[in-house]
C-alpha cells in the first residue's frame, strides 16, 4: 500500500520537474531529485531506490552511517545538515558531497580527513541568503572570501552554493533568495579562482523546488513531497 504512495508521489515531482525544465528551456539532465530520507525508515528508501532514484539526502551523521551499510552501494549520499568538526571523520568516505560547510575550521576538519585518506571531497558553501537568524549558513558578504581561502587547501573541491530558504505557503517569496544564490555563483565565477567550480546550485525544497529550478537549481532536495509528513521520535 504505501509503497506505491511512494512511487506516485515520486513520479509526481519528476513529472514537475521535467515540465518546469521544458517550460524554461533547461536541459532535464542539469537537474539531479534528492530524496530527503532523514527520519525515513530503509524499507521506504529502498522502495524510492527501486523506482530509480541514486540520490539521497540526510541531515545527521549519526542517521547516515547507521543506514549506509543497510543500503545499495551505489547511492550517492548527501550531507545536507549542519556537520560538527568533531564528526566530519565518521562520514567523510560515505558522501559523494557535503552540502554544509559554512566555516573555515570545518572546512579545514575535512582537508586534514581527506588528505589522510588521500581522497578529494566535494563540497558545497551553504550561504544564508534570506539572513533568517535560526539558520546556518554563512552570509553572502562572506562567502567569497570563505572561498577564496578554502579553495587553498587541499583534499576538497568547492562544486558550488547551498541555500535553505525561508518556509512558506507561498514559493514565489523565495524566487529573490535562489536568484541571490544564483547571482552569487555568477559573481564567483568571474573571480577565477583556482580549485572552484559553480556547477551544483543545490536550492529548493517540496514547497518551492519548481521556483528554485527556474533560478537555475542543480540540485533540488526534497523529502515530504516525497515519503509524506515526518514523525520525529524523540528519544
Ligand atoms: C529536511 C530538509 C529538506 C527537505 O525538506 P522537505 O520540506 O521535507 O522537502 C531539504 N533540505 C534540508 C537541508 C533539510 O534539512
Redesign the pocket.
Known sequence: MHNSILRDNLKIIEDNIDTTCKEHDILPEMVTL?A?S?TQPVAFINEVYNAGIRDF?E?KVQELIDKFPQMPDDIRWHL??HLQTNKVKYIIDKVFLI??VDSIKLAQEISKEATKRNISVSILIQVNVSHEETKYGISELLAIDLIKEVSTFPGIHIRGL?T?AP?TENPEENRLYFRKLKQLSVDIISKSIDNVSMDCL?MG???D?KVAIEEGSTYV???????G??IYVTA
Do not use: A, D
Open positions: 534528492i530527503v532523514k539526502g541531515n545536507i545538515g552540502h554544509s547551498m535553505i518556509y543545490s525544497m517540496s514547497g523546488y532536495r526534497v523529502g515530504t513531497s516525497i515519503f509528513e515526518r
